[in-house]
Nanobody, 123 residues
Framework: QVRLVESGGGLVQAGGSLRLSCAAS????????MGWFRQAPGKERDLVAA????????YYGDFVKGRFTISRDNAKNTLSLQMNSLKPEDTAVYYC????????????????WGQGTQVTVSS
């Protein structure tokens, strides 16, 4: 069982930066692929970025390439998302997610989810 708790969301002006963190509990964090998803009001949930258990495989949504960076620290059981050059359209609730299978994260069906953290970007 994995418990995921996000932090770091908030209000930022367009062009600014935020760093999201996800603290994972459980003894097998290193076995899980991880991902960040986001959902804006009235819109579908999108995969923002994903990372394999080793960090060797990465995925980014086209809408964040070059602006966001996903990383993980397996020693500290943490997942991070550095978000730069934020735009108003990045406003959403951001969720951390985990699954044994990288593919499950890529297709949007990871087993474990955090409760989400709100990111609001003002214009």
């Amino acid at each position: 069982q994995v418990r995921l708790v996000e932090s770091g969301g908030g209000l930022v002006q367009a062009g600014g930066s935020l760093r999201l963190s996800c603290a994972a509990s459980g003894p097998t964090f290193t076995n899980y692929a991880m991902g960040w998803f986001r959902q804006a009001p009235g819109k579908e949930r999108d995969l923002v970025a994903a990372i394999s258990w080793s960090g060797g495989n990465l995925y980014y949504g086209d809408f964040v390439k070059g602006r966001f960076t996903i990383s993980r620290d397996n020693a500290k059981n943490t997942l991070s998302l550095q978000m730069n050059s934020l735009k108003p359209e990045d406003t959403a609730v951001y969720y951390c997610a985990a699954d044994f299978q990288f593919r499950a994260v890529l297709i949007g069906s990871p087993q474990y989810w955090g409760q989400g953290t709100q990111v609001t970007v003002s214009s």
